[in-house]
């Protein structure tokens, strides 16, 4: 089959490209986007509700229509018209202003599918137009919902995993060799950053203890069922709780306190940076200074607050998030001296 080529809005255009990028859809070399493959995930991911939804608004459609003054087959056209020019998104004209365009090369993936689609039109519409709507009807999806739809066969396996509490086992975008076998917990979306991630519980080989973890849903890979049924430990489903409150991007294995000492710019600046910002427990004041108390996770902590400039902020304890923090600037002024 020859390229498609596809006429968008410019600002569909680039949301699309930028999804392409947040959920890492990279061609081998692991640098490069690649476009195609990320239509073609979209394509097939999403086909299946957009013509659910065409087909209800369609057929709401046709049955407002007064048969007594018009004929079936007129019925069905105002039908149409009404579907594509009202309800779903409106298809720019080619000569429009700024129109991007998307190439849509068809693989052995997507060639049964486009097919198909070309033979449901049956002339009645342009493949390229058909596409344009479907893109447009995409990007009204919330962020999240984007990601599920483009990586639908992981998401819809993941939370059949999480219902049976069935071990699973897969690999990661970034590390194809090392195969994690785990125990499924809950598919959710961050607060902030409104991707999915699993939680689960893995082994930790090294410390001989389960622990919880959490894995992003556009870098997990190849899925398969593992041996057993598996149970996750009263502790770890505690951790995960914590976790589901705090952020599941982060990863809690323990209930250590962290103690962190703000001065007044400090809390201007936590109160400025928004993203990744943690939740205190509590707020204590000596000494003119801010000590604010967290229980969640240490990785949050570190990157967060690895940001602020200064003495506006200083990790009083634990001693190792201290020792990191320390190491952190210390390699970052030695950098710098070198050059």
């Known amino acids: 089959m020859e390229k498609i080529n596809i006429y968008v809005p410019e600002n569909i255009g680039a949301m699309i490209e930028s999804d392409a990028t947040m959920f890492e859809v990279y061609k081998k070399d692991g640098r490069t986007i690649n476009k195609n493959r990320f239509l073609g995930m979209l394509i097939i991911g999403y086909y299946n509700d957009y013509v659910t939804e065409a087909k209800a608004a369609y057929d709401a459609i046709l049955s407002a229509i007064d048969t007594d003054k018009v004929s079936i087959r007129d019925k069905e056209r105002i039908a149409d018209s009404i579907l594509k020019n009202v309800v779903l998104p ?4 080619r000569k429009g202003k700024n129109p991007a ?3 849509l090369k068809p693989t052995k993936d997507t060639e049964a599918l ?5 033979l449901d039109l049956e002339g009645s519409d342009y493949i390229s137009q058909y596409f344009c709507r479907m893109f447009m009807s995409y990007c009204e999806n919330p962020f999240s919902k984007r990601e599920q739809i483009i990586f639908k066969d992981n998401y819809e396996s ?3 995993a999480c ?15 090392n195969i994690h076998e785990v125990i499924p917990y809950k598919v959710v979306t961050g607060p902030e950053e409104m ?4 939680l689960c519980a893995e082994y930790n080989q090294d410390k001989g203890v389960q622990e919880a973890r959490t894995y992003r849903l556009n870098r997990i890979d190849k899925i398969n069922y593992g041996k057993s049924m598996g149970a996750i430990d009263n502790s770890v489903k505690q951790h995960m709780k914590l976790m589901l409150h705090y952020g599941p991007q982060y990863m809690i294995n323990s209930d250590e306190e962290a103690c962190v000492k703000l001065t007044a710019a400090g809390v201007k600046s936590f109160n400025r940076i928004y993203y990744g910002r943690p939740q205190y427990e509590r707020i204590e004041e000596h000494e003119g200074c801010n000590y604010y108390y967290f229980r969640c996770s240490m990785d949050q902590l570190f990157l967060y607050f690895k940001r602020f400039e200064g003495k506006a902020a200083k990790i009083i304890y634990p001693e ?9 600037h210390s390699e970052t002024l030695k950098n710098y001296e070198e050059e």
Do not use: D, G
């Not at 486009?114 to 070309?118: G, V």
């Not at 219902?163 to 590390?175: C, E, K, L």
């Open 114 to 118: 486009i097919q198909q689609i070309l």
């Open 320 to 328: 190792s998030l201290k020792e990191r923090m320390m190491k952190f």
């Open 101 to 103: 365009k998307l190439s």
């Open 158 to 160: 993941l939370q059949m």
């Open 195 to 198: 991707f999915n991630y699993l």
């Open 90 to 93: 409106t298809v720019p004209l």
């Open 163 to 177: 219902s049976a509490r069935r071990s699973i086992t897969f690999r990661t975008i970034w590390n194809e060799k």
